[in-house]
């Protein structure tokens, strides 16, 4: 059996070993497959797991060996998952891939936009608090968390990862999501609609997979909802924002 990783160094850039792989068969590594290369590296091949190449039904029709697509990543997207289901190929990601790493990232971003901490880094460097005569320097005012709400669209294990962060941080979490896990209801979080998401949130934080439905998602109507002080934080997929309704969202105000 003949395996490939198309895209290895995203996950995996040299700390951790693939050669368990070995007992399933002959495998090749590679750390970054470019689209024209896909085809010459995967043609063989009964696996191919991937990160971010695509692999899309033009591609896997000329895959005929192909048994098992492995996403080493949390969402589908990359992949023509119908395609795949109807010649039997099974299609598998890693639910709790980057969990921890991601609900870390959002509240990093919120904290940068609240502390400033890379603006007054730089100020510091610069000489600028040695020069000023008040020793509580600061450049920007401090926008504490504290009994803020914060919005989070998607509500699978990354939201609630970034539910509990909140929690502990004494924020007020509202969430919408379409479906409501045992695991969240358990966790008794307040859920709302999105519009009334979008209304009563400081900071609106997007946590949902790309599909069919939520590409756009946030688009002028829904900015258009939000406070016009809100923060908006997105660490999903790209696709869910609407980017040049993003761009007149800021450039007007609007948030």
């Given at each position: 059996?003949?395996i490939v990783?198309?895209d290895a160094y995203?996950t995996?850039p ?11 068969g002959e ?9 024209d290369?896909v085809?010459?590296r995967?043609k063989?091949c009964?696996i191919?797991f991937?990160n971010?190449t695509?692999?899309g039904?033009?591609?896997?029709s ?15 997207n ?10 039997g190929?099974?299609v598998?990601?890693i ?5 921890a790493a ?5 509240f990093?971003h919120?904290l940068e936009l609240c502390?400033?901490v890379?603006?007054?880094s730089?100020?510091v460097k610069?000489?600028e608090w040695?020069?000023?005569r008040?020793?509580?320097f600061?450049k920007?005012?401090l926008?504490?968390l504290?009994?803020k709400?914060?919005g ?11 539910a509990?962060?909140a ?5 007020n979490v509202?969430?919408y999501?379409?479906?409501?896990s045992n695991?969240a209801?358990r ?6 609609e999105?519009d009334?998401?979008?209304?009563l949130s ?11 439905t939520?590409?756009?998602?946030a688009?002028a109507d829904?900015f258009s909802?939000?406070?016009s002080s ?8 790209g696709?869910?924002v609407?980017?040049q309704a993003l761009?007149r969202?800021l ?5």
């Amino acid at each position: 059996m003949e395996i490939v990783i198309l895209d290895a160094y995203t996950t995996n850039p040299g700390d951790l070993s693939w050669n368990w792989l070995g007992e399933f068969g002959e495998y090749t590594v590679y750390d970054f497959t470019s689209p024209d290369q896909v085809l010459e590296r995967a043609k063989d091949c009964e696996i191919v797991f991937t990160n971010k190449t695509e692999l899309g039904s033009n591609l896997l029709s000329a895959l005929p060996k192909l048994k098992y697509i492995g996403l080493l990543s949390t969402g589908y997207n990359i992949v023509d998952t119908e395609y795949a289901a109807g010649r039997g190929i099974p299609v598998t990601n890693i639910p709790s891939y980057s969990k921890a790493a991601v609900a870390q990232m959002t509240f990093a971003h919120i904290l940068e936009l609240c502390n400033q901490v890379g603006l007054h880094s730089a100020a510091v460097k610069s000489g600028e608090w040695v020069d000023n005569r008040n020793f509580c320097f600061w450049k920007t005012p401090l926008i504490e968390l504290y009994q803020k709400t914060i919005g989070i669209i998607g509500f699978g294990k990354i939201g609630q990862a970034v539910a509990d962060i909140a929690e502990a941080m004494e924020m007020n979490v509202l969430a919408y999501t379409p479906r409501i896990s045992n695991q969240a209801q358990r966790k008794n979080f307040n859920f709302v609609e999105l519009d009334e998401l979008l209304r009563l949130s400081d900071i609106v934080s997007m946590h949902c997979p790309l599909t069919p439905t939520t590409q756009n998602m946030a688009n002028a109507d829904f900015f258009s909802k939000m406070k016009s002080s809100a923060f908006f934080i997105n660490t999903s997929r790209g696709a869910v924002v609407d980017e040049q309704a993003l761009a007149r969202a800021l450039d007007k105000d609007i948030i």
